[in-house]
């Protein structure tokens, strides 16, 4: 059975101060790891897919990066629109499609 | 613009009440899905379909069902039986293969 961790739960920043989240998963093969945001009262919004180990995908001031067992997202200098939840999933090549971790909710204070 | 719609954006359920959500793509993505999200968890499959009259039960599809009768159609009905139907609805798509979802804006159920 496939599995996504994400961790932290909750990420509070200050704008400009740069962070990761990170996104540990367990899956028999991998067919694509997969980064959304999701507003308050929206739904999931896709930013990047990566399909193979050492593969990075960058837009504006968000970086994502993967390996054999996690992916990171970075965020270089956040700005309050940033703020959100943040989504990582994987699809593990069954016909059901996709895999969702919890999310982490990030707050970027002005 | 492309994309999926889903309605209404509120709906309200009374006691052994069934009610439709609407999922509608213009896309031409071949896989639909259904999930729900309640808060602290993750999204939970409800049912998908790959193709056409044909859909199957995801993890948590009692007191749920579907129906699959045109490509850009997808709507969900949540029965009577579906004891804690409280939630946010989300509709997906994808192409096919290990395309990556894409989502409507949701439906927020709420029980009267």
């Known amino acids: 059975e496939d599995q996504v961790t994400q961790s932290p739960e909750a990420l509070r920043l200050q704008e400009g101060e740069s962070s990761s989240l990170n996104c540990s998963y367990t899956v028999s093969g991998l067919r694509g790891l997969f980064w959304y945001r999701q507003d308050p009262g929206k739904g999931p919004e896709f930013l990047f897919t990566l399909y193979s180990a050492g593969e990075e995908k960058e837009k504006e001031r968000l970086k994502a990066t993967l390996t054999k067992k996690e992916s990171f997202l970075h965020i270089t200098a956040p700005k309050p629109e940033d703020s959100a939840t943040y989504l990582c999933a994987v699809d593990g090549g069954g016909a059901d499609g996709l895999t969702f971790g919890k999310g982490t909710h990030l707050i970027i204070q002005p | 613009d492309g994309g999926i719609t889903q309605s209404p954006k509120y709906l309200f359920r009374k006691e052994g009440q069934n009610v439709t959500l609407s999922c509608e793509q213009n896309l031409n993505h071949d896989a639909m899905y259904w999930y729900r999200q309640d808060p602290g968890q993750g999204l939970r499959l409800i049912y998908y379909?790959?193709?056409?009259?044909?859909?199957q039960k995801g993890d948590i599809a009692e007191g749920y069902s579907v129906s699959r009768e045109k490509k850009e159609s997808f709507p969900l009905t949540v029965t009577s039986a579906q004891k804690n139907p409280t939630a946010f609805y989300l509709c997906a798509s994808r192409y096919r293969g290990n395309q990556p979802q894409h989502f409507g804006d949701g439906t927020r159920l709420s029980i009267l």
């Open positions: 379909s790959q193709i056409v009259n044909d859909f």
